[in-house]
């Protein structure tokens, strides 16, 4: 795997994608700590995924579990009193 500074890659980013194309892998550093990998793509799908398909995948690797109810309609809390922004106000003057 080649590893280029991400200078060095923004300067050069045409013969990097040319080098991706034909199969290499290219990390990206950032002060010598990587930061990206450009990688071919693999498949007949050369679409990136959807938002449904990533949360599917990181619910599969157990990063985050899928909610099974909508919200509920959001209910405002009616205070008694000076609305909030008036006492904001008052209290710079």
Same mark, same amino acid.
């Given at each position: ?9 923004? =300067?050069?980013? !045409? &013969? &990097?994608?040319?080098? $991706? ?8 550093? %950032?002060? *010598?700590?990587? $930061? /990206?990998?450009? @990688?071919?793509? #693999? *498949?007949? =799908? #050369?679409? /990136?995924?959807?938002?449904? @398909?990533?949360? +599917? @995948?990181? !619910? /599969? +690797? *157990?990063?985050?579990?899928? *909610? #099974? ?7 405002? $809390? $009616? !205070?008694?009193?000076?609305? !909030? ?5 008052? %209290?710079? %003057?």
């Amino acid at each position: 795997m080649k590893r280029v500074g991400s200078r060095e890659f923004k =300067n050069r980013q !045409a &013969y &990097y994608l040319r080098r $991706v194309r034909k199969g290499e892998t290219i990390l990206v550093t %950032d002060h *010598g700590k990587p $930061v /990206a990998k450009v @990688e071919p793509i #693999t *498949g007949d =799908n #050369t679409t /990136a995924p959807g938002l449904e @398909e990533k949360l +599917q @995948e990181l !619910a /599969a +690797q *157990g990063h985050l579990r899928l *909610g #099974t109810k909508p919200f509920k309609p959001f209910q405002p $809390v $009616v !205070a008694k009193g000076k609305p !909030a922004s008036r006492i904001i106000i008052e %209290d710079r %003057d």
